[in-house]
Protein backbone atom coordinates (compact mmCIF):
# COMPACT_ATOMS: atom_id res chain seq x y z
CA UNK A 1 0.00 0.00 0.00
CA UNK A 2 1.59 3.53 -0.74
CA UNK A 3 1.83 5.23 2.19
CA UNK A 4 2.60 9.29 2.92
CA UNK A 5 0.82 10.43 0.31
CA UNK A 6 0.10 13.54 2.57
CA UNK A 7 2.16 14.28 5.31
CA UNK A 8 1.86 11.89 8.12
CA UNK A 9 0.38 13.23 11.67
CA UNK A 10 0.82 11.09 14.93
CA UNK A 11 3.15 12.04 18.38
CA UNK A 12 6.68 11.41 19.33
CA UNK A 13 8.30 10.37 22.47
CA UNK A 14 11.52 12.13 22.31
CA UNK A 15 10.76 15.80 22.60
CA UNK A 16 9.31 15.90 25.92
CA UNK A 17 10.14 12.58 27.31
CA UNK A 18 13.61 11.63 25.79
CA UNK A 19 14.69 8.16 27.49
CA UNK A 20 11.76 8.15 30.26
CA UNK A 21 9.36 6.10 28.17
CA UNK A 22 7.65 3.17 29.19
CA UNK A 23 4.78 1.07 28.25
CA UNK A 24 2.32 2.98 30.74
CA UNK A 25 3.53 5.89 29.29
CA UNK A 26 2.28 4.72 25.49
CA UNK A 27 -0.75 3.39 26.78
CA UNK A 28 -1.98 6.78 28.42
CA UNK A 29 -0.36 8.28 25.44
CA UNK A 30 -2.97 6.65 23.47
CA UNK A 31 -5.76 7.43 25.34
CA UNK A 32 -5.01 10.59 25.38
CA UNK A 33 -5.13 10.41 21.62
CA UNK A 34 -8.41 8.90 21.41
CA UNK A 35 -10.34 10.91 24.31
CA UNK A 36 -8.98 14.33 23.19
CA UNK A 37 -10.26 14.49 19.93
CA UNK A 38 -6.51 13.91 18.21
CA UNK A 39 -7.59 10.59 16.47
CA UNK A 40 -10.56 12.03 14.98
CA UNK A 41 -8.58 15.38 13.79
CA UNK A 42 -6.48 12.82 11.99
CA UNK A 43 -3.41 12.29 13.76
CA UNK A 44 -2.99 8.55 13.92
CA UNK A 45 1.00 7.71 14.87
CA UNK A 46 2.36 6.64 18.41
CA UNK A 47 5.89 6.65 17.89
CA UNK A 48 8.53 5.41 20.40
CA UNK A 49 11.67 7.04 19.98
CA UNK A 50 15.64 6.10 21.31
CA UNK A 51 16.12 4.64 24.16
CA UNK A 52 13.48 1.49 24.01
CA UNK A 53 15.67 -1.10 23.99
CA UNK A 54 18.59 -3.22 25.73
CA UNK A 55 21.81 -2.00 25.50
CA UNK A 56 23.00 -5.48 23.72
CA UNK A 57 21.19 -7.90 21.28
CA UNK A 58 20.07 -11.12 22.22
CA UNK A 59 22.21 -14.64 21.39
CA UNK A 60 20.50 -14.62 18.05
CA UNK A 61 21.09 -11.48 17.09
CA UNK A 62 17.57 -9.87 17.72
CA UNK A 63 17.09 -6.58 19.39
CA UNK A 64 15.13 -6.77 22.74
CA UNK A 65 13.38 -4.46 24.41
CA UNK A 66 13.94 -3.32 27.70
CA UNK A 67 11.86 -5.75 30.07
CA UNK A 68 12.18 -2.65 32.79
CA UNK A 69 10.60 -0.77 30.91
CA UNK A 70 8.34 -2.65 28.55
CA UNK A 71 7.27 -5.42 30.69
CA UNK A 72 4.19 -6.83 28.64
CA UNK A 73 6.44 -6.82 25.72
CA UNK A 74 6.28 -5.15 22.29
CA UNK A 75 3.71 -6.89 20.87
CA UNK A 76 1.42 -6.42 23.41
CA UNK A 77 2.22 -2.93 23.04
CA UNK A 78 1.50 -2.69 19.58
CA UNK A 79 -1.89 -4.95 20.32
CA UNK A 80 -2.79 -2.15 22.83
CA UNK A 81 -2.33 1.08 20.30
CA UNK A 82 -3.98 -0.95 17.36
CA UNK A 83 -6.92 -1.84 19.65
CA UNK A 84 -7.63 2.14 20.00
CA UNK A 85 -7.86 2.47 16.16
CA UNK A 86 -3.80 3.85 16.40
CA UNK A 87 -0.76 3.01 14.08
CA UNK A 88 2.42 2.04 16.28
CA UNK A 89 5.98 3.54 15.25
CA UNK A 90 9.15 2.47 17.13
CA UNK A 91 12.96 4.10 16.45
CA UNK A 92 16.13 2.27 15.13
CA UNK A 93 19.93 3.78 13.54
CA UNK A 94 21.83 3.08 10.49
CA UNK A 95 24.60 2.71 12.41
CA UNK A 96 26.35 0.29 14.67
CA UNK A 97 24.82 2.09 17.78
CA UNK A 98 21.61 4.31 18.02
CA UNK A 99 22.33 8.27 19.07
CA UNK A 100 21.77 7.25 22.93
CA UNK A 101 24.28 4.21 22.50
CA UNK A 102 21.69 1.61 22.02
CA UNK A 103 22.23 -1.00 19.22
CA UNK A 104 21.84 0.31 16.18
CA UNK A 105 20.46 -1.41 12.95
CA UNK A 106 24.14 -1.24 10.79
CA UNK A 107 24.57 -4.73 9.38
CA UNK A 108 21.30 -6.24 10.60
CA UNK A 109 18.59 -4.28 8.59
CA UNK A 110 16.60 -7.47 7.60
CA UNK A 111 16.82 -9.04 10.63
CA UNK A 112 15.00 -6.13 12.59
CA UNK A 113 12.78 -5.97 9.93
CA UNK A 114 11.55 -9.01 10.60
CA UNK A 115 11.26 -8.34 14.36
CA UNK A 116 9.70 -4.86 13.87
CA UNK A 117 7.27 -7.08 11.61
CA UNK A 118 6.71 -9.60 14.20
CA UNK A 119 5.64 -7.04 16.52
CA UNK A 120 2.87 -5.51 14.40
CA UNK A 121 4.62 -1.85 14.22
CA UNK A 122 3.62 0.67 10.95
CA UNK A 123 6.28 2.99 11.16
CA UNK A 124 9.99 3.17 11.65
CA UNK A 125 11.55 6.00 12.55
CA UNK A 126 15.78 5.64 11.25
CA UNK A 127 18.41 8.24 12.37
CA UNK A 128 22.45 8.25 11.34
CA UNK A 129 24.49 8.25 14.60
CA UNK A 130 27.22 5.90 14.72
CA UNK A 131 27.55 5.03 11.35
CA UNK A 132 30.62 3.19 10.01
CA UNK A 133 33.25 5.65 8.05
CA UNK A 134 33.06 3.11 5.65
CA UNK A 135 29.58 2.85 5.11
CA UNK A 136 27.88 4.81 2.88
CA UNK A 137 24.86 6.70 3.81
CA UNK A 138 22.58 5.76 0.93
CA UNK A 139 23.26 2.60 0.76
CA UNK A 140 22.13 1.44 4.42
CA UNK A 141 18.62 3.69 4.02
CA UNK A 142 18.23 1.74 0.75
CA UNK A 143 19.16 -1.54 2.53
CA UNK A 144 16.36 -0.82 5.62
CA UNK A 145 13.83 0.29 2.60
CA UNK A 146 14.78 -2.89 1.14
CA UNK A 147 14.19 -4.50 3.88
CA UNK A 148 10.86 -2.94 5.24
CA UNK A 149 9.47 -3.11 1.94
CA UNK A 150 9.65 -6.75 2.20
CA UNK A 151 8.78 -7.86 5.70
CA UNK A 152 5.37 -8.64 5.13
CA UNK A 153 3.55 -5.45 6.12
CA UNK A 154 2.96 -1.98 5.81
CA UNK A 155 6.16 0.01 7.61
CA UNK A 156 6.56 3.89 6.97
CA UNK A 157 10.08 4.40 6.77
CA UNK A 158 10.59 8.28 8.32
CA UNK A 159 14.32 8.90 7.48
CA UNK A 160 16.46 11.05 9.88
CA UNK A 161 19.87 11.86 8.83
CA UNK A 162 19.15 15.75 9.22
CA UNK A 163 19.46 16.53 5.73
CA UNK A 164 23.22 15.42 6.05
CA UNK A 165 25.12 14.24 3.02
CA UNK A 166 23.06 15.78 0.49
CA UNK A 167 20.10 14.04 1.22
CA UNK A 168 17.73 15.92 -1.22
CA UNK A 169 19.90 14.41 -3.62
CA UNK A 170 19.07 10.77 -3.01
CA UNK A 171 16.65 10.00 -0.21
CA UNK A 172 13.21 9.43 -2.42
CA UNK A 173 15.02 7.16 -4.11
CA UNK A 174 15.70 4.89 -1.01
CA UNK A 175 12.26 4.17 -1.02
CA UNK A 176 11.74 6.68 2.27
CA UNK A 177 8.60 8.44 2.82
CA UNK A 178 9.93 11.48 4.92
CA UNK A 179 13.19 12.49 6.15
CA UNK A 180 14.98 15.16 8.12
CA UNK A 181 15.58 18.19 6.38
CA UNK A 182 16.69 19.85 9.66
CA UNK A 183 18.96 19.50 12.33
CA UNK A 184 16.81 18.95 15.63
CA UNK A 185 14.04 21.29 17.01
CA UNK A 186 14.25 22.96 20.60
CA UNK A 187 11.37 24.19 22.46
CA UNK A 188 12.46 28.28 21.48
CA UNK A 189 11.13 30.44 19.26
CA UNK A 190 14.52 30.85 17.86
CA UNK A 191 14.61 27.36 16.78
CA UNK A 192 11.27 27.38 15.38
CA UNK A 193 12.32 30.54 13.05
CA UNK A 194 15.91 28.82 12.16
CA UNK A 195 14.25 26.04 11.18
CA UNK A 196 11.53 27.55 9.00
CA UNK A 197 13.65 30.30 7.64
CA UNK A 198 16.46 27.34 6.40
CA UNK A 199 12.84 25.02 4.93
CA UNK A 200 12.06 27.57 2.33
CA UNK A 201 14.81 27.01 -0.23
CA UNK A 202 13.84 23.10 0.57
CA UNK A 203 10.12 23.26 -0.86
CA UNK A 204 11.31 21.92 -4.61
CA UNK A 205 12.23 18.67 -2.62
CA UNK A 206 9.76 18.03 -0.90
CA UNK A 207 5.76 16.22 -2.13
CA UNK A 208 4.02 13.10 -2.02
CA UNK A 209 5.48 9.76 -0.68
CA UNK A 210 8.51 11.47 0.64
CA UNK A 211 8.03 14.64 2.93
CA UNK A 212 10.38 17.30 3.96
CA UNK A 213 10.37 16.37 8.01
CA UNK A 214 11.11 20.01 9.58
CA UNK A 215 11.15 17.87 12.87
CA UNK A 216 8.56 17.06 15.42
CA UNK A 217 6.67 20.11 16.86
CA UNK A 218 7.09 21.65 20.19
CA UNK A 219 3.48 23.13 20.41
CA UNK A 220 2.59 22.88 23.92
CA UNK A 221 5.55 22.00 25.91
CA UNK A 222 6.31 25.52 27.70
CA UNK A 223 9.36 24.43 28.74
CA UNK A 224 8.62 21.18 29.82
CA UNK A 225 10.96 17.87 28.68
CA UNK A 226 12.71 15.40 30.87
CA UNK A 227 15.79 16.39 28.01
CA UNK A 228 17.63 19.39 29.34
CA UNK A 229 18.89 20.58 25.91
CA UNK A 230 14.78 20.62 24.21
CA UNK A 231 14.20 22.69 27.45
CA UNK A 232 17.12 24.73 27.96
CA UNK A 233 15.18 28.14 26.68
CA UNK A 234 11.96 27.57 28.53
CA UNK A 235 9.73 27.04 26.11
CA UNK A 236 7.41 29.37 23.60
CA UNK A 237 4.30 31.18 23.72
CA UNK A 238 0.80 30.50 22.68
CA UNK A 239 1.14 32.84 19.28
CA UNK A 240 4.83 31.66 18.79
CA UNK A 241 3.43 27.93 18.78
CA UNK A 242 0.31 29.07 16.56
CA UNK A 243 3.12 30.41 14.01
CA UNK A 244 5.15 26.93 14.10
CA UNK A 245 2.12 24.84 13.67
CA UNK A 246 1.19 27.09 10.73
CA UNK A 247 4.96 27.06 9.56
CA UNK A 248 4.76 23.89 9.53
CA UNK A 249 1.64 23.19 7.62
CA UNK A 250 1.92 25.67 4.54
CA UNK A 251 5.55 23.71 3.90
CA UNK A 252 4.04 20.28 4.25
CA UNK A 253 5.87 18.82 7.21
CA UNK A 254 4.79 15.34 8.90
CA UNK A 255 2.80 16.76 11.89
CA UNK A 256 4.43 14.79 14.88
CA UNK A 257 3.57 16.15 17.95
CA UNK A 258 5.84 16.33 20.81
CA UNK A 259 4.26 17.49 24.04
CA UNK A 260 2.39 15.73 27.11
CA UNK A 261 -0.60 14.84 24.94
CA UNK A 262 -2.50 13.72 28.43
CA UNK A 263 -1.83 16.85 30.08
CA UNK A 264 -2.52 19.90 27.21
CA UNK A 265 -4.00 23.34 28.08
CA UNK A 266 -7.34 24.27 26.23
CA UNK A 267 -5.04 26.70 23.82
CA UNK A 268 -2.84 23.59 23.14
CA UNK A 269 -5.91 21.67 21.62
CA UNK A 270 -7.31 24.29 19.90
CA UNK A 271 -3.78 24.78 17.79
CA UNK A 272 -2.94 21.12 17.42
CA UNK A 273 -7.12 20.40 16.12
CA UNK A 274 -7.65 23.73 14.68
CA UNK A 275 -9.50 21.40 11.08
CA UNK A 276 -8.93 24.28 9.12
CA UNK A 277 -4.87 24.49 9.27
CA UNK A 278 -4.96 20.68 9.65
CA UNK A 279 -6.60 20.80 5.97
CA UNK A 280 -4.08 22.90 4.43
CA UNK A 281 -1.71 20.45 5.58
CA UNK A 282 -3.60 17.73 4.75
CA UNK A 283 -4.59 19.00 1.25
CA UNK A 284 -5.05 16.30 -0.82
CA UNK A 285 -2.45 17.23 -3.83
CA UNK A 286 0.36 17.94 -1.66
CA UNK A 287 1.51 21.60 -3.48
CA UNK A 288 4.25 23.25 -2.02
CA UNK A 289 3.79 26.84 -1.39
CA UNK A 290 5.65 30.06 -3.08
CA UNK A 291 7.36 32.86 -1.22
CA UNK A 292 7.30 36.64 -1.64
CA UNK A 293 9.58 38.31 0.93
CA UNK A 294 9.12 41.97 -0.37
CA UNK A 295 9.03 43.94 3.06
CA UNK A 296 10.10 46.71 3.87
CA UNK A 297 12.45 45.73 6.75
CA UNK A 298 15.35 43.36 6.35
CA UNK A 299 15.53 40.00 4.28
CA UNK A 300 13.50 37.50 5.65
CA UNK A 301 11.57 39.14 9.17
CA UNK A 302 8.14 38.83 6.93
CA UNK A 303 7.36 36.14 4.61
CA UNK A 304 4.60 35.89 2.68
CA UNK A 305 3.67 31.92 2.07
CA UNK A 306 0.58 31.26 -1.37
CA UNK A 307 -0.31 27.52 -1.54
CA UNK A 308 -2.45 26.24 -4.42
CA UNK A 309 -5.32 23.89 -2.95
CA UNK A 310 -7.23 21.16 -4.41
CA UNK A 311 -10.42 22.80 -4.88
CA UNK A 312 -8.66 26.03 -6.53
CA UNK A 313 -8.40 27.67 -3.12
CA UNK A 314 -5.47 29.39 -1.93
CA UNK A 315 -3.93 29.14 1.79
CA UNK A 316 -2.21 32.57 2.69
CA UNK A 317 -0.01 32.58 5.39
CA UNK A 318 2.07 36.02 6.77
CA UNK A 319 4.63 35.10 9.12
CA UNK A 320 6.25 37.29 11.29
CA UNK A 321 10.05 36.44 12.22
CA UNK A 322 10.79 40.16 13.82
CA UNK A 323 11.17 40.99 17.02
CA UNK A 324 9.27 44.13 16.93
CA UNK A 325 4.80 44.48 15.39
CA UNK A 326 5.89 44.49 11.52
CA UNK A 327 2.88 45.69 8.47
CA UNK A 328 2.77 45.72 5.15
CA UNK A 329 0.59 44.72 2.39
CA UNK A 330 0.27 41.85 -0.24
CA UNK A 331 -0.47 42.67 -4.20
CA UNK A 332 -2.37 40.00 -5.40
CA UNK A 333 -0.74 40.47 -8.62
CA UNK A 334 1.96 38.75 -7.07
CA UNK A 335 0.19 35.64 -6.41
CA UNK A 336 -0.88 35.97 -9.66
CA UNK A 337 -4.15 37.32 -9.80
CA UNK A 338 -5.59 39.76 -12.51
CA UNK A 339 -5.52 43.41 -11.45
CA UNK A 340 -8.86 43.44 -12.78
CA UNK A 341 -12.17 41.65 -12.55
CA UNK A 342 -11.78 39.49 -10.09
CA UNK A 343 -10.65 39.38 -6.29
CA UNK A 344 -10.16 37.43 -3.14
CA UNK A 345 -12.38 36.00 -0.79
CA UNK A 346 -10.79 35.99 3.01
CA UNK A 347 -11.28 33.94 5.41
CA UNK A 348 -9.33 33.80 8.88
CA UNK A 349 -8.29 30.46 9.67
CA UNK A 350 -7.25 31.13 13.47
CA UNK A 351 -9.90 33.86 14.16
CA UNK A 352 -12.40 31.40 12.06
CA UNK A 353 -13.93 34.99 10.67
CA UNK A 354 -15.26 35.54 6.91
CA UNK A 355 -12.99 39.11 6.11
CA UNK A 356 -14.93 39.78 2.58
CA UNK A 357 -13.74 40.09 -0.48
CA UNK A 358 -10.82 42.17 -1.06
CA UNK A 359 -9.48 43.19 -4.55
CA UNK A 360 -5.69 44.15 -5.68
CA UNK A 361 -4.17 44.22 -2.60
CA UNK A 362 -4.64 43.19 1.16
CA UNK A 363 -2.60 45.14 4.24
CA UNK A 364 -1.50 42.72 7.44
CA UNK A 365 0.28 44.41 10.64
CA UNK A 366 1.59 41.47 12.57
CA UNK A 367 2.87 41.48 16.38
CA UNK A 368 6.02 39.86 16.78
CA UNK A 369 6.25 36.61 16.26
CA UNK A 370 2.28 36.28 14.73
CA UNK A 371 0.96 34.81 11.68
CA UNK A 372 -2.12 35.16 9.66
CA UNK A 373 -3.32 32.31 8.32
CA UNK A 374 -6.02 32.43 5.55
CA UNK A 375 -7.78 30.74 3.03
CA UNK A 376 -8.61 32.25 -0.15
CA UNK A 377 -11.53 31.75 -2.79
CA UNK A 378 -11.14 33.52 -5.85
CA UNK A 379 -14.37 35.39 -6.47
CA UNK A 380 -15.48 36.96 -9.97
CA UNK A 381 -16.47 40.49 -9.74
C1 LIG B 1 18.61 12.52 17.03
C2 LIG B 1 17.29 12.78 16.31
C3 LIG B 1 16.25 13.11 17.35
C4 LIG B 1 16.12 11.96 18.32
C5 LIG B 1 17.48 11.61 18.92
C6 LIG B 1 17.41 10.35 19.77
O1 LIG B 1 19.57 12.19 16.10
O2 LIG B 1 17.47 13.85 15.40
O3 LIG B 1 15.02 13.40 16.72
O4 LIG B 1 15.61 10.84 17.62
O5 LIG B 1 18.45 11.43 17.92
O6 LIG B 1 18.65 10.01 20.31
Aim: proline share 4%; net charge negative; glycine share 8%.
Amino acid sequence: MAMAAKPPLGWNSWNTFSHEINETLIKETADAMVASGLKDAGYEYIVIDDCWSLRQRDENGRLVADPEKFPSGMKALTDYVHSKGLKFGMYSCVGTRTCADFPGSFDHEFIDAETFAEWGIDYLKYDYCFKPRSAHGPTLYRRMAMALRNCGRDILLSACNWGNDNTTEWIRSTGAHMYRSTGDIIDSWQSIKEIAQSQMAMQKFAGPYCYNDMDMLVVGMYGKSHNSWIASKGGCTTEEYKTHFSLWAMMNSPLMIGCDIRDMSEETKAILMNEDILAINQDPEGRTPYFCKEWDHEPDTVVHMFKPLENGDYALGFFNFYDDVCGGHVEFADMGLPTRGYGLQLYDLWEKKDLGIHTCKFSVTLPAHHCLMLRAKIVKL
